[in-house]
């Protein structure tokens, strides 16, 4: 294991709810450091195999299924021609992150990226052939998807959000 690379097998711990409220906490710094400054803080990803190469993120905003509630979810992104894909990972553990069913229940949705403000987009999920050719060139572009997938027995859903 290289100095900066995550380990092969899933970390213990990491589905604790320390961990849960750790990353919770710093999502929520990262949303209001990238807001208050325009994306010139917090728009790039400098964590496991971001370290060396850091990786582009948005901001993506979602209503709440259930409660109504809006929410921002920072995300790592790649481009796919007009289109943004994302990757519900949440590192690799048992469930899909919040932000997934929410987007399922209102794809019509906007995300924030630096240099182009808010955007409306409509969320899909990727179907069979569309997550084979974008599956590469995500862990191409973050590494650590493909631990991730690893170590969970769920398939991770990608995510393709079409400018609208």
């Known amino acids: 294991m290289g100095r900066f690379s995550l380990p092969e097998t899933k970390p213990s711990g990491l589905d604790?709810?320390?961990t849960a409220k750790f990353i919770k906490?710093?999502?929520r710094t990262q949303v209001r450091l990238f807001r208050a400054t325009n994306g010139r803080?917090?728009?790039k990803w400098r964590v496991g195999a971001g370290f060396?190469?850091?990786?582009?993120?948005l901001l993506l905003n979602h209503v709440g299924r259930k409660s109504g509630t809006a929410f921002t979810t920072p995300l790592l992104?790649?481009?796919?021609?007009?289109s943004l894909v994302v990757v519900a990972s949440q590192g690799g553990l048992p469930k899909n992150p919040?932000?997934?069913?929410n987007l399922v229940a209102h794809p019509a949705t906007t995300v924030e990226v630096r240099g182009r403000g808010v955007v409306p987009v409509t969320a899909r999920v990727a179907d069979a052939?569309?997550?084979a050719r974008l599956w590469p060139r995500l862990v191409d572009l973050y590494a650590d998807f493909a631990k991730y997938a690893v170590w969970t027995d769920r398939e991770i859903p990608v995510v393709?959000?079409?400018p609208r």
């Open 16 to 18: 604790s709810p320390l």
């Open 25 to 27: 906490v710093m999502a």
């Open 41 to 43: 803080i917090g728009s």
């Open 52 to 57: 060396l190469n850091p990786v582009q993120t």
């Open 77 to 82: 992104y790649l481009n796919d021609g007009e």
């Open 98 to 101: 919040q932000w997934f069913p």
């Open 129 to 131: 052939d569309e997550r």
């Open 160 to 162: 393709i959000l079409d």
